[in-house]
């Protein structure tokens, strides 16, 4: 059974900063690309973040500079850490898995961020 638990919302004033953890099971994660994707109220869910296999991050340029994506493989374990936070940010953080080898994608349940001016 596939499981992605994040870790690590909350709430902060603007300028602040949280890392989210996002820890996986039931996947071979070294071979999952992982992201970041957050849902704002009213909103489509929306891509933060995204890092490959070989650890090569990508970006949303409304992130670019202040958010940073990071794995680490012998913890099975994805975090996002985001600096200079906005009240933009706001939004429920969605963890995601997909193994590019199959059609496969899962979905962690969210953890809420929001950011206070």
């Known amino acids: 059974q596939v499981q992605l638990v994040e870790s690590g919302g909350g709430l902060v004033q603007a300028g602040g900063s949280l890392r989210l953890s996002c820890a996986a099971s039931?996947?071979?994660?070294?071979?999952?690309?992982m992201g970041w994707y957050r849902q704002a109220p009213g909103k489509q869910r929306e891509l933060v973040a995204t890092i490959g296999t070989s650890g090569r991050p990508v970006y949303a340029d409304s992130v670019k500079g202040r958010f940073t994506i990071s794995r680490d493989n012998t913890k099975n374990t994805v975090y996002l850490e985001m600096n200079s936070l906005r009240p933009e940010d706001t939004a429920i953080y969605y963890c995601?898995?997909?193994?590019?080898?199959?059609?496969?994608?899962?979905w962690g349940q969210g953890t809420q961020v929001t950011v206070s001016s």
């Open positions: 995601n898995s997909r193994d590019p080898r199959t059609p496969y994608y899962y």
């Open positions: 039931g996947i071979i994660f070294s071979l999952n690309n």
